[in-house]
């Protein structure tokens, strides 16, 4: 079995800055060694000494320079490149009632999507490892290929994560506690995994494909049937020291306020939760038309677009909440950029003008700008895609590893 690396511990110097030359690459697209140089702070000496090991092992090719440039003065510089078919990973979602995969190859392109349903929202983890290992395999027929082509697998669920130990302290999609859910995986299947909080898959997925590509310090929020967080600090994704950092959900607001899912009382997801949402509409709205929650939810934001007063009123609270959560990071973190991140585009009162606005003014005032917010809607695919570039960025550290042993 192969044995998932505890990334960014305890890696030599030689072996991060490897890891490092990669990543610059595969952000720059094509790059030039001096380059890479003044990107990473690395000597340009290493960097062709370390190029050259990274292309002798298949990870990165040399690009011939194009008839442009090689017109013009002076020598050409030969850019570098990610080699694509060098491997394949896996990204997975765990959602409440689906599972979604993408495939993509090392330098990151999307080989193919593929979504399937989950039988139930809450599963054993005998029965989670089955439906992953089982969706593996479709999405890679789907594509002509076999599990086995596959280098890494990405997992990104919602809940705690302690992501050294691949353990899973609790989780909606998994019906115990403190599950090994990496083991069982690596054991179920031919590749190394790499579990993650799926907020974390987000801001991964960000980083290396979104908005926050080439920005050090920024957050992602998360909106979907409760609110989450990603960390990037200094580049790297925090994950604090339990797994359970960057919980903005579970914040508190309010001094014995309304009761969370968690036990405990005034977190933010008490208050603009889905489920927060339809307990004050029951209270209000008895008889809001629907079977399901979201039936239910789509009725309540129809009475508040239409002018409805308890039913915007309701929203309202939940937008204030939401802005003094957001001022609450900004005044912690003092991030560039905060990226509000998510596929509930029902839920855009929590993202609206209005709620930015109320965030800035109870931000702590200094003579610079507030941090820029940017609003970036997206699927579930996008949350596999992180997943799948988690995985490798594994796979990149393993094959870097494995030169060093060589
Ligand atoms: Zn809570």
């Known amino acids: 079995m192969v044995r998932a690396v505890k990334l960014s511990a305890g890696s030599d110097l030689r072996e991060t800055s490897r890891s490092q030359v990669v990543a610059v690459i595969r952000a720059a697209g094509q790059i030039a060694r001096i380059d890479i140089a003044q990107a990473t702070g690395v000597s340009p000496a290493t960097v062709t000494a370390i190029t050259a090991e990274l292309i002798r092992a298949g990870l990165v090719e040399e690009v011939s320079p194009d008839s442009s440039q090689a017109a013009g003065r002076g020598r050409p510089r030969v850019a570098l490149r990610v080699r694509?078919?060098?491997?394949?990973?896996?990204?997975?979602?765990?959602?409440?009632?689906?599972?979604?995969?993408?495939?993509?190859d090392f330098d990151g392109t999307t080989l193919s999507e593929h979504e399937s349903p989950l039988p139930e929202a809450r599963m054993s983890p005998e029965a989670l490892t089955r439906q992953i290992v089982d969706t593996l395999r479709e999405a890679a027929a789907e594509t002509g290929r076999e599990i086995g082509d596959l280098s890494g697998l990405g997992v990104g669920i919602s809940g705690v994560v302690d992501v050294p130990e691949g353990l899973v302290h609790w989780s909606p999609s998994l019906d115990r506690r403190n599950v090994a859910l990496r083991d069982q995986l690596e054991v179920a299947l031919p590749m190394p995994v790499f579990?993650?909080?799926?907020?974390?898959?987000?801001?991964?997925?960000?980083?290396?494909?979104?908005?926050?590509?080439?920005?050090?310090?920024f957050l992602v929020v998360t909106i979907e049937h409760g609110v989450g967080m990603g960390i990037v600090i200094d580049g790297q994704v925090y994950r604090g020291?339990?797994?359970?950092?960057?919980?903005?959900?579970h914040i508190k607001v309010h001094l014995d306020g309304a009761l969370c899912r968690c036990g405990q009382r005034g977190c933010l997801e008490a208050y603009v939760a889905d489920y927060a949402l339809l307990r004050e509409a029951a209270v209000t709205h008895p008889g809001l038309r629907g079977s399901t929650p979201e039936e239910r939810l789509d009725a309540l934001f129809g009475a508040a677009r239409s002018g409805e007063r308890t039913a915007l009123s309701i929203l309202e609270r939940a937008s204030r909440m939401f802005a003094m959560g957001l001022a609450n990071l900004v005044n912690i973190f003092d991030p560039g950029l905060i990226i509000v991140s998510g596929e509930r585009m029902s839920h855009d009162f929590l993202y609206s003008d209005e709620v930015i606005a109320m965030m800035k003014t109870q931000v702590l005032q200094v003579d610079a700008p507030p941090p820029e917010v940017r609003i970036h809607k997206w699927g579930d695919m996008m949350w596999a895609k992180g997943a799948a570039a988690y995985a490798m960025e594994g796979v990149t550290e393993l094959a870097v590893r494995r030169l060093n042993d060589a």
């Not at 394949?88 to 409440?96: D, E, N, W």
């Not at 579990?195 to 310090?217: C, M, P, T, Y």
């Open 84 to 104: 694509g078919p060098a491997h394949i990973l896996a990204g997975i979602k765990v959602s409440s009632a689906t599972i979604s995969t993408i495939l993509i």
């Open 195 to 217: 579990l993650d909080n799926d907020a974390n898959s987000v801001a991964k997925a960000e980083q290396l494909f979104g908005e926050g590509r080439g920005v050090r310090d």
């Open 241 to 249: 020291t339990r797994g359970c950092g960057a919980e903005f959900g």
